[in-house]
């Protein structure tokens, strides 16, 4: 609708204009912009804001932040969770250490007892009795780290929870930084510092001003003067008598005809129905939001 009124705007003072000049145009329109809304991604009171409309601003730039303590109070109860779950894992390495001495003793005798039983100085019964004490010192041990390792797979388990907590805390709080997404110009500022938003909130409106769009208007005639790609010649007014003249590129053609704008002049102007065109034109810091344009195909 703004760009309908915008449009409208433009082509009542280009009809002025052709009053005044040679009708050597093809179709007129008024510049428009892609413009992006820059909403916030997290609730709390807005600490830093610092941008005014009309500030040109580049990709990436940090340019305030919401109130983000809760979320890093949350993440830091959660990390003391995580360090007393751990400090209750077993050290199986410590722990196992006696019995693996007692291990390692016991297959000294058994080499022992084996040397002396060659010798015939030892009998059956002590070698079996070794070896037995061998086998259940092993065993124990078996016995004892799988016990450990299960407590602390387990341990390891509830610790899981905290981590992905923690993991979308960190998100969330990444999410409190605002960062502006494009090059170009703010348009409007939808809030200030020290209030409170919401997710969704909206922050301000940015506009891509480096390349504007001029949007006209052709009639079902001269649909076969303009085609995809393009290049054409672009004319604003500078005052008295006086031009701006650009080279733009025809990106986007209409597939589906409207009723003429009853203030957008075209080339034959009875024409009932006509089909919206749009030209892509470098700014030289002159063209702004709103201007009307003329177009000439080549």
Not at 219 to 225: A, C, E, H, I, M
Request: a positive charge; glycine letters at 6%.
């Amino acid at each position: 609708m703004k760009t309908r009124i915008l449009l409208a705007i433009a082509a009542t003072a280009c009809i002025a204009s052709c009053n005044n000049k040679e009708n050597d145009f093809d179709a007129a329109g008024a510049f428009e912009s892609v413009e992006t809304i820059v909403s916030t991604e997290a609730s709390g009171t807005i600490l830093k804001f610092d941008i005014q409309e009309g500030q040109t601003l580049q990709p990436n730039q940090f340019i305030g932040y919401v109130d983000s303590m809760q979320l890093f109070y949350r993440k830091k109860q959660l990390e003391a969770q995580i360090n007393s779950t751990t400090s209750q894992m077993p050290d199986i390495p410590t722990q196992v250490a006696s019995l693996q001495s007692q291990l390692n003793e016991a297959k000294k005798n058994q080499t022992r007892t084996a040397n002396l039983f060659k010798q015939n100085a030892a009998t059956q019964q002590q070698m079996d009795d070794i070896n037995e004490q061998v086998d259940m010192l092993a065993k124990q041990i078996e016995a004892q780290k799988s016990t450990l390792g299960i407590t602390s797979n387990t341990l390891s388990k509830n610790v899981a929870p905290f981590q992905r907590q923690i993991d979308q805390l960190n998100d969330q709080i990444t999410k409190c930084r605002i960062i502006n997404p494009i090059h170009g110009t703010v348009l409007t500022k939808y809030a200030e510092n020290h209030e409170v938003v919401m997710p969704g909130k909206a922050l301000y409106k940015i506009a891509a001003t480096d390349t504007l769009i001029l949007r006209a208007y052709v009639t079902g005639s001269q649909l076969n003067l303009v085609k995809l790609g393009q290049i054409v010649d672009v004319r604003t007014d500078k005052g008295a008598k006086q031009y701006g003249m650009y080279k733009g590129k025809v990106y986007w053609i209409s597939d589906k005809s409207e009723f003429t704008p009853k203030t957008i002049p075209t080339k034959d102007e009875r024409a009932d129905l006509v089909y919206a065109i749009k030209v892509r034109v470098v700014n030289d810091g002159y063209l702004k939001i709103g201007m009307y344009g003329e177009v000439k195909f080549n």
